[in-house]
Structure formats: structure tokens, C-alpha cells
């Protein structure tokens, strides 16, 4: 069973580059995406990015100038980089597998392996 | 990018109840649309992919409908562990989610 831990800093000071590591245990990173979606206290869901396996990224345009999601196969992990950070990013952060399934000649995908999430905060 | 619209941001029921939760694209998604459940302080669960498949392991009473813009999960007979809060999110182009739909007891 593929479960995902998400580890790195809780504390980080305004406008210094967030970093958070996930790492795949139960199974292989290859032949997935992998996604990092967060959700500021008391609000919904913002997915930030994607990485393919192979290393292919797609991200939220919004972010995208400040994001940087990277892999190691060798490792079974996969990596965030928010730059510039300021209080709005303090947030839960959760890194989660992107499964797909063929059909009607399409490829749909979903998130459908997470991880419990951690609490990052911005603050000097 | 693809705004997604939920109704209503809350609602309360009672176990027993049938429940159903919209979500709307702004532009047409085809059937790229997944439904999630979160409860307090967990992290969100799958329960239907590409509009109307079930996810492994959730339970019959979830279902998912709909395609290009308009789509719908509905609870058919809900239970004290349903109350939580539920997202669609679109896959058509880069991902987002709708802003969620919390389940309240009545």
C-alpha cells in the first residue's frame, strides 16, 4: 500500500524559499504524477503543481513564478521549492499521488493517494 | 484558468437525508472532474473520478454525474461519518479546485 510523508521546516521567515520533501514508501514513483496542493487555516484547497515521473511539471499559474517541483527516482521523492514567501503562505501543505485511468479513448487523472499534510508557517 | 463553483458553500442535513452538492466550470471540462471528502484536520479522500466512477473502497450511497460544465455528487442516504467538507476539482487543464461544500448535522 503506497502511503506518502511530507517532511521539512514549519517556520520560515518572509521572503525566504519554503522546502518540503515527500517521500513514496509502498511503491514506486515511477508511472505517476506527483502533486503538492495546500490550504491556507481555515480555507480550501489550492492545488500548486505537479512533476510526471519522468520530469515533466505543470503549474498553477498563479504560483508558477515562485514554484519549483523537482523528483528523485532514486530516492522514492519528490520536492517543493516556494520562493519569497510571505504570510499568505502559511498554509497545510500535502503532497499526493496523481493516479489516471484510460477511457472513452481519454486519460483521466485524480489525486487519489495523500499525505497527512504539514503545517508550514511564515513568520520572522 | 478554470474557475470552479460550488452550491451551497454549507448545508445541514440529517442522517437519513439524500444530499446533493454542484459544481459548475466555467468553461466545458468534458468528464475531467473528481469529488473529494475532507474531514477537520485530515487530509482529503477520493471519492469519484472522471464524474461518475467510484473510487475503490466508497461506499454505493456516493455517486457522481454530469459532464461539460454542470455536474453533481449526491449522497443517496447520509451517515453520521458524511459530515465533512467535499471539493470538486477539474483535471482538463492545470488543476483547481472549487471552493468546497461543508455537510453540517441539522
Known amino acids: 500500500q503506497v502511503q506518502l510523508q511530507e517532511s521539512g521546516p514549519g517556520l520560515v521567515k518572509p521572503s525566504e524559499t519554503l522546502s518540503l520533501t515527500c517521500t513514496v514508501s509502498?511503491?514506486?514513483?515511477?508511472?505517476?504524477?506527483w502533486s503538492w496542493i495546500r490550504q491556507p487555516p481555515g480555507k480550501g484547497l489550492e492545488w500548486i503543481g505537479y512533476i510526471y515521473y519522468s520530469g515533466n511539471t505543470n503549474y498553477n499559474p498563479s504560483l508558477k513564478s515562485r514554484v519549483t517541483i523537482s523528483v528523485d527516482t532514486s530516492k522514492n521523492q519528490f520536492s517543493l521549492k516556494l520562493s519569497s514567501v510571505t504570510a499568505a503562505d502559511t498554509a497545510v501543505y500535502y503532497c499526493?499521488?496523481?493516479?489516471?485511468?484510460?477511457?472513452?479513448?481519454?486519460?483521466?487523472?485524480?489525486?487519489?493517494?495523500w499525505g497527512k499534510g504539514t503545517t508550514v508557517t511564515v513568520s520572522s | 484558468d478554470i474557475q470552479m463553483t460550488q452550491s451551497p458553500s454549507s448545508l445541514s442535513a440529517s442522517v437519513g437525508d439524500r444530499v446533493t452538492i454542484t459544481c459548475r466550470a466555467s468553461q466545458s471540462i468534458r468528464s475531467y472532474l473528481n469529488w473529494y471528502q475532507q474531514k477537520p484536520g485530515k487530509a482529503p479522500k477520493l471519492l469519484i473520478y472522471a464524474a461518475s466512477s467510484l473510487q475503490s473502497g466508497v461506499p454505493s450511497r456516493f455517486s457522481g454525474s454530469g459532464s461539460e460544465t454542470d455536474f453533481t455528487l449526491t449522497i443517496s442516504s447520509l451517515q453520521p461519518e458524511d459530515f465533512a467538507t467535499y471539493y470538486c476539482?477539474?483535471?482538463?487543464?492545470?488543476?483547481?479546485f472549487g471552493q468546497g461544500t461543508k455537510v453540517a448535522f441539522k
Open positions: 499526493a499521488r496523481g493516479g489516471f485511468t484510460y477511457a472513452y479513448n481519454y486519460y483521466f487523472y485524480y489525486m487519489d493517494v
Open positions: 476539482q477539474q483535471s482538463y487543464s492545470t488543476w483547481t
Open positions: 509502498g511503491g514506486s514513483i515511477s508511472s505517476y504524477f
